[in-house]
């Protein structure tokens, strides 16, 4: 058996020689022309829409590929568990640095991709899925700090200045919180490293108030637990609503009428939970005009040239009064005694009698304001001026002036004591954030007139 002879591969054209003897060839072989720049721009544009490609098989890879990173492992509860112990001790010692570390030992917010993903693109199941994900890890973390508020009991009281400030809505925070989102959505979606840092900043804005306020629920702080819950769930909302807007952007949404129903059903959602939580809807109306803010006529601010206080009731004249001398009375008796002469009765003398007389003492009339601070929902009450933090007051709260007042660096500071479950609270807060509820000028305490009784010697006749 033989094999079949191979094809001989046709050799290469010798280069035609002219007749003079020359070497060289007779026609120079054409290139291709080069690439233009804005050929390759265009290329580039065309990769960068191919993130969701329009054809249902490219669209399917890609979106099994996104769902199977997005789906959390168990990893994603241990971490979530460890973040909510750190956390819960960074409360405990007021420590912003625990905090911060708390936050970096934060499992990657895989869930919330997930969630955010099923939500753009209309997956009822997945947004599920991941969301009940995403819940386990908040409640361990949600457990831990309140294991951790029951266990500061033992030392209390204790300076929670931390514990105040993650448990209120700060827009500075809803700032960083957009940017972690928009960061998170674009990492994940078009590198396949994990995106650590955006991840952080996230956990940093979910985790630490949902921490507090299981603290506050835990140490018995009523003023902190529902905060801390309600910032946690509006931080929720505003995160996703951005996740969402930014994967809209790079073309995911929803081919199916099912899912444009329930991922607009979501953005409904979350935007009246967003315009409800952060008073957004009030302030239109006011500004609207449609409803008028509750009138409030204890808290009236104290203007600048303050009518003159009024002047104290007239104090009634009190006159010493004496008592009347008695006439001395004879008393039946069996033996004779002699009565008195009339000499006798004349230079008679009675004891001097106390006779009770009313005088007025001045005491201060105490002075009470309200905290109106104009930006975080609340004022900080330090316990000298520019002192350490001793707690933080709520907008509403009412404290009363004590008489003692100082200026440092241009800022009026007042000496106030606050109540808080059933404990006087006592330090030092800034003037421009009270609003005072005694219309009393220049915060000064006036008189009003006690009446004690001190007694006086009697004149004799």
Not at 263 to 285: C, D, H, K, S, Y
Not at 384 to 405: H, Y
């Amino acid at each position: 058996m033989t094999l079949p002879e191979e094809p001989s591969s046709p050799e290469p054209p010798s280069p035609e020689v002219p007749e003079n003897g020359s070497t060289s060839p007779a026609v120079a072989p054409e290139m291709p022309p080069p690439t233009s720049r804005r050929a390759t721009r265009a290329r580039r544009r065309r990769a960068r829409r191919l993130l969701a490609p329009p054809d249902a098989q490219g669209r399917a890879a890609v979106l099994a590929r996104l769902s199977h990173r997005a789906y959390p492992s168990y990893e994603f509860f241990v971490f979530a568990f460890l973040c909510g112990g750190i956390l819960g001790a960074g409360y405990i010692l007021d420590s912003q640095a625990l905090l911060i570390f708390g936050a970096l030992t934060a499992p990657l917010m895989t869930p919330w991709m997930g969630m955010t993903l099923a939500t753009s693109i209309g997956a009822a199941r997945f947004f599920f899925q991941t969301l009940a994900a995403l819940l386990i890890g908040g409640a361990l973390v949600f457990i831990t700090g309140l294991l951790a508020g029951m266990a500061a009991r033992i030392w209390m009281p204790l300076t929670l200045n931390q514990t105040y400030v993650h448990s209120r809505l700060w827009w500075p925070d809803l700032f960083v919180l957009a940017l972690g989102a928009i960061l998170l959505v674009v990492s994940f979606v078009r590198s396949e490293e994990k995106p650590y840092l955006p991840s952080v900043m996230l956990a940093y804005e979910l985790f630490l108030p949902l921490s507090a306020g299981g603290f506050g629920l835990g140490g018995g702080l009523g003023e902190v637990w529902p905060h801390g819950l309600w910032v946690f769930v509006t931080h929720l909302a505003w995160a996703t609503f951005f996740g969402t807007l930014t994967l809209f952007a790079l073309r995911f949404y929803p081919r199916s009428w099912d899912g444009m129903f329930f991922g607009g059903l979501v953005l409904l959602i979350l935007l009246f939970t967003l315009v409800e939580l952060t008073g957004l809807r009030t302030a239109a109306m006011v500004r609207l005009g449609w409803i008028t803010p509750a009138p409030t006529p204890e808290a009236a601010q104290v203007p600048a040239a303050s009518p003159p206080a009024p002047s104290p009731p007239p104090i009634p004249s009190l006159t010493p009064t004496t008592l009347p001398i008695p006439t001395p009375t004879a008393t039946a008796s069996k033996t004779a005694t002699p009565s008195p002469s009339p000499a006798a009765l004349t230079n008679l003398t009675l004891p001097p009698t106390a006779t009770a007389t009313e005088t007025i003492t001045p005491h201060p009339t105490p002075v009470y304001a309200r905290i109106k601070a104009a930006y975080g929902g609340g004022a900080t009450l330090r316990k000298e001026p520019e002192g350490i933090a001793v707690a933080v007051l709520d907008n509403g709260e009412l404290v009363e002036i004590l008489p003692e007042r100082e200026e440092i660096n241009g800022q009026v500071w007042i000496h106030v004591v606050a109540l808080r479950d059933d404990q006087e609270i006592e330090g030092w807060i800034i003037q421009d954030v009270l609003v005072t509820a005694t219309p009393v000028p220049n915060w000064r305490p006036s008189a009003t007139p006690s009446v004690t009784s001190s007694p006086l010697p009697s004149s004799t006749p």
